[in-house]
Each structure stands twice: as structure tokens, then as C-alpha cells.
């Protein structure tokens, strides 16, 4: 079984940087495609970014320039690099196993974007 433990959340100014990291336990991590969800309140969970094992990405057109994933197999680590922040990406961010059909969620990380 998979385990998910997500990091690196907090209150950002506007304009500001924040990287999230999701550490990933057992030896399946190399053969997953991962991804970053969040959900804002009031809010409909939605997917954010995705990488595969190749590490080809994939984004929501309302992050497209500004956020980053990446993945350090070695570490078992992904990671989501977030740039230009808007209070609109203000969310609980949720690291998943995948991104059709998640079936192992970490336990979620706030990120507050705010003046």
C-alpha cells in the first residue's frame, strides 16, 4: 500500500512562490503517474498537474506558465512548483497516485495566497 504525505503549504502574498513536496512510501513509486489536486472552498476537487514515470507533464489551463511539477524518483519525491500566485489558487492541495483514477490520497496541504 501507498502512502502519501504532502508538504510545503502556507500563506503567500500575491505575486509570491510556494513549492509543495508529496513523499511517497513503497518500492512502486518509479511506476506511477502522479498528480496534484486541490479544492477551495465551496469547491469541486480539481486536478492541477500530472507526471509520468517519463516525467512528461500535463496542466490545467488555469496554472499553465505558473505552476511546475516535477518528480525525484531517487527521493520518492514529486514536487509542485508554484509561481505567480493568485488568491483564486488559495486550496487544499492534495498529492494522488493518479490522475484518472485516484485511489491513494495524502492528507492534504493549505496553501493561502493572500495580502
Known amino acids: 500500500q501507498v502512502r502519501l504525505v504532502e508538504s510545503g503549504g502556507g500563506l503567500v502574498q500575491p505575486g509570491g512562490s510556494l513549492r509543495l513536496s508529496c513523499l511517497a512510501s513503497?518500492?512502486?513509486?518509479?511506476?506511477?503517474?502522479m498528480a496534484w489536486f486541490r479544492q477551495a472552498p465551496g469547491k469541486e476537487r480539481e486536478l492541477v498537474a500530472s507526471?509520468?514515470?517519463?516525467?512528461?507533464?500535463n496542466y490545467a489551463d488555469s496554472v499553465k506558465g505558473r505552476f511546475t511539477m516535477s518528480r525525484d524518483n531517487s527521493k520518492n519525491t514529486v514536487y509542485l512548483q508554484m509561481d505567480s500566485l493568485k488568491p483564486e489558487d488559495t486550496a487544499i492541495y492534495y498529492c494522488?497516485?493518479?490522475?484518472?483514477?485516484?485511489?491513494?490520497w495524502g492528507q492534504g496541504t493549505q496553501v493561502t495566497v493572500s495580502s
Open positions: 513503497g518500492n512502486i513509486f518509479n511506476f506511477m503517474t
Open positions: 494522488a497516485n493518479d490522475p484518472t483514477n485516484p485511489g491513494v
Open positions: 507526471i509520468t514515470r517519463a516525467r512528461s507533464t
